[in-house]
Structures are given as C-alpha cells and as structure tokens.
C-alpha cells in the first residue's frame, strides 16, 4: 500500500497496533510499530500510517477529546454519557511511543 497523504487533527491520538506491522510517520518521521506497540499523537501534529509489508494490520484509536464527527457512533450510550464533562487537562507538544517487549521506547 503506498503512504497516504499526512493529516492533523485538532484532538490527541493514541494508536495501538494489535496485529502486524506499522508504518507510522509522525511530524515527518516514520518509525516502525511492531504489534503491542503504541504511540501517543498530540493534536496538530501531521501523521499518516501505512502497513509495513503485506500484512493485514489491526490497530485501535483512541482519541481525545470528543471527536465530534464521531458521535453519532454513540449515540445508543447517551443515557449513559448526560452531562458528564470532557477530559480537562494540557497537551504534550511532543510524541511518546512504546513498543513491544525488548523493542525499546522513546519519548521526544
């Protein structure tokens, strides 16, 4: 598959690569996410990923805070949401990613 074009996004993004290999290019670096990898994108950052090889890749994103274009994906769990208030907190202007027992980690 070839790259896909970069992207950002007003939310931070936390990637989790369950099944294959990842390519993940995040502000212009691309890093290579083996499976029980995981990387956190703050929001504004360009990324893009790809598979690496010809692999299926099964990978979890998590975002925050609210992704308002995904909502309605929830609405069956309103009830249990009424009223309750987003995340508060700062974002990191840097990326932390962790792999794989042994692969080694980095923050930057």
Same mark, same amino acid.
């Given at each position: 598959? @070839?790259?896909?074009?970069?992207?950002?996004? @007003?939310?931070?993004?936390?990637?989790?690569?369950?099944? &294959?290999?990842?390519?993940?290019? !995040?502000?212009?670096?691309?890093?290579?996410? $083996?499976?029980?990898?995981?990387?956190? !994108?703050?929001? =504004?950052?360009?990324?893009?990923?790809?598979?690496? &090889? /010809?692999?299926?890749?099964?990978? !979890?994103?998590?975002?925050?805070?609210? #992704?308002?274009?995904?909502?309605?994906?929830?609405?069956?769990? #309103?009830?249990?949401?009424? &009223?309750? *208030? @987003? $995340? *508060? &907190?700062?974002?990191?202007?840097?990326?932390? !990613?962790?792999?794989?027992? =042994?692969?080694? /980690? #980095?923050? /930057?």
């Amino acid at each position: 598959m @070839p790259r896909p074009e970069s992207h950002s996004h @007003p939310f931070d993004q936390l990637v989790l690569v369950v099944e &294959g290999c990842l390519n993940l290019e !995040i502000a212009a670096e691309v890093v290579e996410m $083996p499976p029980g990898s995981a990387a956190r !994108i703050p929001s =504004g950052v360009t990324q893009t990923a790809w598979p690496a &090889g /010809d692999q299926r890749v099964l990978n !979890i994103d998590v975002f925050a805070t609210v #992704r308002e274009d995904y909502l309605f994906l929830t609405h069956h769990q #309103r009830e249990v949401f009424e &009223g309750a *208030a @987003p $995340p *508060a &907190g700062a974002v990191s202007q840097g990326f932390s !990613i962790w792999n794989a027992p =042994g692969a080694g /980690d #980095r923050q /930057d």
